[in-house]
């Protein structure tokens, strides 16, 4: 399975972005998309997660600010990110999971998007 992020870039704080993630390479069902962030020197953390029912879970940092979408039957998946602060700087990674799995992330990751908040 491929995971293609894009969407990543520089913006000034208290701005906008939209990320954008596509799965290719397997005719099974992706269940749950997500997004996972890292920052220099810190762990991997979730940002938000979502299954093909429309179920969602968003990391406590980002609650409020961010809203993950998606068509998992198409295996596109889309995060909105608002209110963005120099903290929101980090490679986002797309992750996927064949099945409807909240509680951790899944087994497919993408190569990352580089997001950077800064004035």
């Known amino acids: 399975v491929q995971l293609q992020a894009s969407g990543g870039g520089l913006v000034q704080p208290g701005e906008s972005l939209r990320l954008s993630c596509a799965a290719s390479?397997?005719?099974?069902?992706?269940?749950?998309m997500g997004w996972y962030r890292q920052a220099p020197g810190k762990a991997r953390e979730l940002v938000a997660q979502?299954?093909?029912?429309?179920?969602?879970k968003y990391g406590d940092s980002v609650k409020g600010r961010v809203t993950i979408s998606g068509d998992l039957s198409r295996k596109t998946m889309q995060l909105q990110m608002n209110h963005l602060q120099p903290d929101d700087t980090a490679i986002y990674y797309c992750?996927?999971?064949?099945?409807?799995?909240?509680?951790?992330?899944?087994?497919?990751w993408g190569q990352g998007t580089q997001v950077t908040v800064s004035s």
């Open positions: 992750n996927a999971n064949h099945f409807a799995d909240l509680s951790a992330p899944g087994h497919y």
């Open positions: 390479g397997t005719e099974i069902n992706l269940n749950t």
């Open positions: 979502i299954t093909v029912y429309g179920r969602t």
